[in-house]
Every structure is written in C-alpha cells, then in structure tokens.
C-alpha cells in the first residue's frame, strides 16, 4: 500500500519542490497540502495521512504547534522541514524524529522516507513526538503563546506581550489591544521567557521592559510603570532595583 502524505508548509514554492520529489516515488501518496498550522491541524484530523512533512517555522502556529495541539491518536508519522541551525538537530536525534535541512537534495529525502516508513504507526510515536517538542521548546525563550478559545486556536507572539498576571489557575497575557487567557501558572510561564526581556515587577505580575514607557515614583520605594498601552501597573519595593536594572540595560 501506498504512503499517504500530507505536504505542510507556508512557501508555495517548498511545497511545490517537495511534491515533485515525491511524485517519482510510487510508494507515496501525497493526499493533501496546508499553507499554515491551523489548516494543517484540519487536514491531519480530516484526511488521517501516514506521513506528515511539517515545517517547523511558520507564521501563526508553527509545526511545533500543531503536534502540541494533536491528541495521541491523531498523531501520524512525521518528517520535519526546518532552517534550524544544527544546534536544535541533537533533540529530534534524541526523540527519533526525522528532519530535513532545507535546502535539502533528492538523497537525503530517499533515507527519511525509509526511516518515515519503518516509523509509521508505531505506538509510542506520539509520546516521541511530544517529548521532541518539550525538548526543543526547553532550548529556546517562549515565542509564542497557544491561546485556546471554543472552536479556535491562535497564536499571541511574545514580542507582542506588555504583561502577564496571574489569575487563579491561569495567567492573563496582556497586549496593548487584548487580554488571553492560558491555562498555567505565573513561575512556570516567567520560567520559558527570556529574562533578559521579561521581569517581575509584583510576586503575581511581569513585564516586558521593551513595553515599558515610563516609571513614575510612588511610595516607600515603590513605582507606577506605565506602559506603552497607557496601562499603569504598580511596581513593588521587593522588584524596583530589578526593574530598573532591566531597563538601563
């Protein structure tokens, strides 16, 4: 029986490329192409591909993502396409993940498609799969954040974020249009920012020092800091010297 394949990937060219690769292959089936994480994650529950070749990086939600958002059931054997630079490489290593290195040749794609099919439904793929993401996530400062609303699923990137506050069992991400609810805490969110960008200003409140307009003194050491949405959020005495580090860095 054939491999049937789903194409992921935002360059039309990429996926255009891939395809003709694959079209000499007999043993390929490619069943479907996705431009972006949403459609991908639509086409994966839809057409139930063996093989996915997902690009990691893409706007909105990225390849990363899209296996983050699929139940272990839904999870199919994956190739990813990525421009990563090698450091990342060690974690699909690790996890049994195969890659392809864009720009990628004729061979290479041969030996991922072996490795592809000898993968194919195996049952613990899904938890490698999983475990891939967690790794190569734990390597980089959050870039984005998965916010999950009825029928929807969007991306909110960090460059974006003027604050973060927690509230209860979730914490409140704040851009100077909107507020988005996820599902987690303050310490483990401050935990996958970069800290160079992002601090404390309050035990339950962060903020990203590029987002940062103005301080104005309050009392007994402590700050206004008013941002560049025109919010005000008070700065305790316990994180005014980290603060103001921050900023004058």
Request: charged share 30%; with cysteine; glycine share 6%.
């Amino acid at each position: 029986m054939s491999l049937r394949v789903l194409i992921v990937d935002d360059e039309p060219l990429a996926r255009r490329r891939l395809k003709a690769l694959l079209k000499s292959d007999a043993s390929v089936d490619v069943v479907g192409e996705s431009e972006d994480g949403e459609s991908a994650l639509a086409a994966i529950r839809r057409l139930r591909p063996d093989l996915v070749f997902l690009d990691v990086q893409m706007p909105g939600l990225d390849g990363f993502d899209v296996i983050e958002l699929l139940k272990p059931e839904e999870c199919p054997a994956v190739i990813f396409v990525t421009a990563y630079d090698r450091y990342a490489m060690r974690a699909f290593d690790v996890h049994a993940a195969d890659y392809l290195l864009k720009p990628f040749e004729r061979g290479r794609l041969r030996k991922a498609l072996a490795r592809a099919e000898a993968l194919a439904g195996r049952a613990d793929m899904p938890a490698r799969l999983h475990a891939l993401v967690d790794a190569v996530r734990a390597e980089q400062p959050l870039r984005r954040f998965l916010v999950k609303s009825p029928g929807r699923v969007y991306a909110v990137r960090v460059d974006d974020v003027e604050s973060l506050e927690a509230a209860g069992h979730y914490v409140e991400i704040r851009t100077a249009g909107a507020a988005h609810l996820v599902r987690d805490t303050i310490a483990a969110v401050e935990r996958r920012l970069d800290p160079a960008r992002f601090v404390r200003i309050h035990r339950s409140t962060i903020v990203n020092v590029d987002k940062v307009a103005e301080l104005r003194p309050a009392f007994h050491g402590e700050f206004d800091v008013v941002l560049a949405g025109g919010r005000r959020l008070r700065c305790s005495r316990t994180y005014a010297a980290t603060l103001t580090r921050s900023l004058g860095s």
